[in-house]
């Protein structure tokens, strides 16, 4: 393979045929950020070869060295590697194990085969029913004779009982994976300690076809053979991502017995390769909300082939198994006080809960938040201005990349301190409108915020809320009555909280009441891996999700919250006392 | 591919590369015998290109023409296709079906997922838990709206439930398989109405490694990767029959979900790639006497992948799922009276059935009866004696191939015959002696039985009684109890009833307590495919197997029985009366 020069870094890649420049970046960490979803068509992901511009996403990497200028970068933060919320301590069972067992020496007075002792003896330790995969029967007698009938096999615990899968020595891994719309998280796990050894991120190559999931069904829909495209872009991802985790940890990913995935709906939908039609037509109903356990040879997966791949299961066709994940990872089922689990992207997904139930909705946000459909919006890349405040009546800015990284862009977290800041500086009035002679605000050259820009994002902090706020409404309580608001997310751990409430997104609880808990999915996919007492199925079963297109409540509640902050809230005494 | 003349037939055939003239004739129905296991080295399976011979088993089958000549074919009924035993009237309830049923269609009030609606409705209607398989997920949202929620899918009836397999339309056909040692029948079914279509025979392409199991087994253990090569031997052989039966249907292999293997011990354990060694070393332990229900995917069979393949349980390393099968054919557990299954090929299994019993062992017969280590023996080839009698002191002979074809060597069945028409003659003693100056007998030029010749297949004959005798001895029965003796095999299919009791191969019976009962090991995986009444794991499960190296019992029957026709007949008055 030619081998690449990454710069200014000086890191060498391999460039392996056919792959692009982006591809060849992300082997060493560097994640290009594709406002056109890798179309090739907006020219804002180049980098340069010989001085020259290419889009990154389209241009195939031949050797030499490539030039990735700072404007390009996705910043590592927004990159969904933190699993905080992951803990190894709370594993309580193990799901995969390897397990010592003695077996009496056959006689010609007992006729059992080998497979039959050896699942009577694990029988017999565990209470419960034991099997073994066909795949592992040939090394079997060797196994059971090379130390006198002790034997270690390669257990999984599964709904019916624990099933052999393998009879292989040393350490065993297992990975996790977060399938986001955006970005494709994989992790190593040692299964032995619960430790993850190593995680590795990926932009999604779906995107390609589609930055959001509605315009990727459409997508499915109406192309040939569409759906296998999608299936198949995001089994190379995943099993790149396995290759790659397993290379650097110098195992073979072939001896890996066990992996879950954690993604929305339709993400895991299109994993295997089913349509998501309905789910985007009323009612909303996805082909499955459990996913069968299935075999990674029955996706192609470069793992053991007859190990086991789950994917976690959705609560609804817009609640998927990440939000399950999230559930899990939280502990939420069994947390005290109420609670409520907020995740946004282009849809926010939150989950209440308090004691005895946990009811979930999802409620289109919209790419805003995302830097989409903002005259300056972007993605977290360097160079984008990430934080703004107002001091003494002037505007501060804080760009990623520190203070020599030139400001080309607003990310996310950006737009919402933004907006605060304008909104405290007078700016903006309550109803979000210029109250300047200009009817925009200039942060740089290029660098603006137009009133429909404004308006977008009023639009989209009100969706967050609204369904908070149904959420709440739905068991007779208010957003005052929640002890502890978790945030999800990439884009929810760039944001400062306080500004977030000045402009109505979350309500208006102390600080210490928020927790960022990053990336849930991919924790919640951890602890299914390693804790079978970590039950997604039931998890899912236990969250009853509202639709928020039934009814009217939603409209009226987005209705309200289409103002800065809120229009009920001075009712509370709140802002009054808070804006400058 | 180049084609391929049969003479004299003049029958084409395309010959794939890298195949043999005897895998080139084979597909045109014509099978060769390969006395040597098709290693190329005793010259009996020659054809004729161009005037000059060349060994069928190993010459690549060019395009041009080949002359067959009679001697190296094996006789129609040498190929067990015989599934006389197989009644499609007796299937009670089928394995996998098609079945409608209407969903209500799917209401905002109602978030149930497709999958979830379509499982409720299965469940309802059989009273178990309904799954589907993942590969089939992708066509199920379609599939239930074409026609207004009503789907019809294809089901397989499991141990712990019922499973969607597929949506496809069209009727339904499933494969079974004999994996014998030398032969492999495929057979193709109507799953619907039970009805077999076509059945394909094919020579076991694992006996040039071996033409007998204990070989085999040797060649696994001393050979790198021996079990590879067997494993995948005999699942290309599978793989052809598949292949071959549906496009002689005219249908796709993929769209058949389900499978049926039967084998003994030793094929099962190779189909799977599991070495055999200690099945052949004291205490004989399999590895496994039940095999997981797989699918065909994990063996890269060329059927619907993740539909289903069953291999029928074992009950002892020597007494294998065809045997299973031959019980499940016969319906031996649910017969009044006293009953024996006998088979009859290298090794002699047999199953003895009573009110609330089933006792089985398994004896060394040796391959006398399929011509090889005597003299003259060949297999059912054109041209073999495969009858003799003595009327008025002359012999007689009857040849396969009709009075037309020269006598060229004498088969299993002929051997039998030889056998009782020399004792009834006086030319040889009860202790197979020949009485005649010359210690030999010439049948025809160069056809010639030897004192050694019988003293083999006394030892042969021996076995199969001593191993009966044993069976009923166990039950404190004596073989006149014996109601019904089921012959099944090739070789019990050819031969004499009378003339086997007259050597004391079997019982002094009377010839109407005998029934042959040709392939049963194809007919019970037939019923295992077609009626889940017909319950394997259950059948082995009631069988107890005698393992006649424990103890003093069967050699003392052995010897007694190397006689002709047995030591201890007279007292019965039993022959003095018959011989001439």
Redesign the interface.
Known sequence: MPELRLLPEDICVDAAEGSTFSEAAAKAGIHLAHPCGGRGVCGRCSVFVNGRPVPACKTPASGGSVYIPDAVRLASKAILTDIKTYDPERNRQPRVERVTVTLNP???????????CLCAALSERYGVKA?????C??D???SL?EDNFRISPVIIHED?GVTVLSFARGPLYGVAADVGTTTVVTALCDLGTGHVLDTFAQPNPQAEFGTDIISRIVYAEETPSG?KTLKEAILNTLSDGIRILSERAGIKPESIPVMTVAGNTVMSHFL????A??LRR???????????E??P??LGLPLMP?GRLKILPSV?SYVGGDIAAGVIALDLADKDGVNIFVDVGTNGEMVLSGPGFMVACSCSVGPAFEGSGISCGSRAVRGAVDNVYCRDGRLFYGTIGGPEAKPGSVCGSGLVSLLSALLRKGVIDRSGRFTTPEDYFTIAPRVTLAQTDVANLIRAKAAIYAGMSVLVKQLDMTPFDIDRVYVAGSFGSGIDVGQAIDIGMFPPLPNDKFRYAGNTSLAGALRVLCDRAANAEEAAASIT?I?L??GNEFMEEFTKACFLPHTEWNSFGFLASKAS
Chains 1, 2 share one sequence.
Not at 272 to 275: E, R, V
């Open positions: 056959p006689a010609l007075s007992d006729p059992a085969s080998d497979a039959e099997r073994i995969e066909a795949s029967l040939p079997l007698p060797g004779r019916d759906i295997l390769g089913i349509p039609d309905y009323e009612p909303y109903v996805p082909a499955a909300r459990k996913y069968p299935m075999r040879a029955e007859w609804a999700n639709e297109s039934v």
